[in-house]
């Protein structure tokens, strides 16, 4: 079933957000236990506002748990057979994948299937999966980092969306890209776009710029026929590029999207030529910083997370080590304009132990971040917008294996949560000065929390067909 424009318009003006579900991470830390689902009170007339009021651990130690999707989503509406009643969580380091009922009772999740990597080695060949997209068949697609022995390897794996079985891989044909990350799809143009972060054995322990020199991180998108699971083209963003998340515009008939670029601070837009193949033009640079007291001599931003509001009005995008949150304008696409911007925290902060000693765009270096009598550790990182765009949640935990490299204080202290209030009309970010989740207070110890998602789909996760 395709959803009509009425559809998407009633996802804009769906109810407000009352809970969300984040995966906590304990791998890394020192604390040995099992990494769970946090499901967190954001309804602030709720005595339990701003609390984690469940916690799901999973049954395994040292999962990583990551991102999160759905078993059926924007793509199967007007299907009155499927319901978003379970998360699927798929494990970074362990390769396993948790299915999660989250329907029987939203606040309080539980397990209902456990995929075992096994599945995933013998039947796909693949290892390390990343994001989850449900399909309008009915079935659910997840992109892999790596083959079973911790190579990079762009393939996909399938699962059934009602057993949750692995069918195989979704990939055909023979060639696959050398790496693998996330990946969205846009069905009216007859293609699926991947990116590509690195080599997992390589990245699982942490970053080392030479290993760029060496070829282990990715630099292309990879454009994939639609109809026929087979890879076509393969799109260089650069030597230094990483690009990690990658979104089409919401519009299931735009024919162009966004991926952000870690290592060199950019955005890309890429879009279908006239002539039916496709290319990309940076249309954001976030310039490096000159620093002293640092890994490296320059700073990047490291633009880990991005995010296009439903309405396709505004681009956001998270600056993990600068620390800054932006919001672009991108009526028109090409030239995106930057109307909000607020520092929550990151690397250059005042009193810390980096000094920038030369920098494009800021006077000074920012102040540290301190929301409820707490100065907030890390920077921001995954983020995720109500679905009327007016609130944005960011957390700040990138993944366990880097937060120890770059944020020590981050894995000791616990990551947090904290909610932006957004100006659609005319741009402009602020903090909400009254939202914390403090993950430092958890009662198995600090952990460190990443992805948001909302129970009723969000702009991270929905794709219209």
Known sequence: MVPSDHEMTSALEGPREEIVYLPCIYRNTGIEKPDYLATVDVDPKSPHYCQVIHRLPMPNLKDELHHSGWNACSSCFG??????????????????????????????????????????????????????????????????????????KGGFVLLDGETFEVKGNWERGGKCPPFGYDFWYQPRHNVLVSSEWGTPKVLAYGFNPADVEKGHYGRHINVWDWS????????????????????????????????????????????????????????????????RGWLLPEMPGLITDILISLDDRFLYFSNWLHGDLRQYDISNTRQPKLVGQVFLGGSIVRGGPVTVVEDKELQCQPEPLVIKGKRVPGGPQMIQLSLDGKRLYISSSLYSGWDKQFYPDLVKEGSVMLQIDVDTERGGLKVNPNFLVDFGKEPGGPALAHEIRYPGGDCTSDIWI
């Open 79 to 152: 299907d009155a057979t499927k319901s978003r009643n379970r998360l699927i969580l798929p494990c970074l380091i362990s390769s396993r994948i948790y299915v999660v009922d989250v329907g029987t009772d939203p606040r309080a999740p539980r397990i209902h299937k456990i995929v075992e990597p096994v599945e995933l080695f013998w039947k796909g060949n693949v290892a390390n999966p990343h994001t989850t997209h449900c399909l309008g068949s009915g079935d659910i697609l997840i992109s892999c980092l790596g083959d079973p022995s911790g190579n990079g």
């Open 228 to 291: 026929s699971h087979t890879f076509l083209q393969a799109i260089d963003l650069g030597k230094d590029s990483i690009p990690l998340e990658i979104r089409f515009l919401h519009n299931p008939d735009a024919a162009e999207g966004f991926v952000g670029c870690a290592l060199s601070g950019t955005v890309h837009r890429f879009y279908k030529t006239e002539k039916g193949d496709w290319a990309a033009e940076k249309v954001i640079e976030v310039p490096s910083k000159k620093v």
